[in-house]
Every structure is written in C-alpha cells, then in structure tokens.
C-alpha cells in the first residue's frame, strides 16, 4: 500500500522559513514525478512545486526564488524548503506523487504564516 506521510508544517512568522519533508512507502520512488499542493480553505488546490526523477523542478511563479524543492531517493523522501514566507503562503500543504499516471496524496500539513 503506498502512503505518503508529511511532517514538519506549523506557524511561522512573516519572512520566517519552514522545511516540509514527505516519507513515501510502498512503491519503487526513483521513478516518480513528486510534488507539493496547497490548499486554502474555499480555494482550490494548486501546485507549488514538482520534481521529476531527473530532478528536473517547476515552481508556481509565486514561490520562484523562495521555496525549493529536493528529494533524495536513497531514503525516499521529497522535501520543500520554504523561506521568506508570506501570509498568503498559509494553507495546508500535501505532498504528492504520479507514478506512471496512478496519483496519490499525502494527509497533509498545516502552514500558518502570521504577518
């Protein structure tokens, strides 16, 4: 069963910085495109970033400059470092996952940015 698990969201500051980070399980990771959305209460989900298994990234335009995207295969992982943080940077953050076209999603992670 795959399962992707974040951790290390929370409540930060006006141009604090936080690191998510995403343990994926149950499914051969290198060959994924890995992802993290965010969603807004009475918005809709959108993309921040996305890494392919190449390492190649893509940022929503704006994040460019500000967050970072990484993921280390060896240990399964997908993290967001995130700094400069701004008050519309709060949602809850979900780590995501396309593997040949099968989808899945992390529980997801609160972030709150005070200003």
């Known amino acids: 069963q795959v399962q992707l698990v974040e951790s290390g969201g929370g409540l930060v500051q006006a141009g604090g910085s936080l690191r998510l980070s995403c343990a994926v399980s149950?499914?051969?990771?290198?060959?994924?495109?890995l992802g993290w959305f965010r969603q807004d209460p009475g918005k809709q989900r959108e993309s921040v970033a996305t890494?392919?298994?190449?390492?190649?990234?893509n940022y929503r335009n704006s994040v460019k400059g500000r967050f970072t995207i990484s993921r280390d295969n060896a240990n399964n992982t997908v993290a967001l470092h995130m700094n400069s943080l701004r008050p519309e940077d709060t949602a809850v953050y979900y780590c995501?996952?396309?593997?040949?076209?099968?989808?899945?999603w992390g529980q997801g992670t609160q972030v709150t940015v005070s200003s």
């Open positions: 149950g499914r051969i990771f290198s060959g994924t495109t």
């Open positions: 890494i392919t298994s190449r390492g190649s990234t």
């Open positions: 995501w996952m396309n593997d040949r076209g099968d989808v899945y």
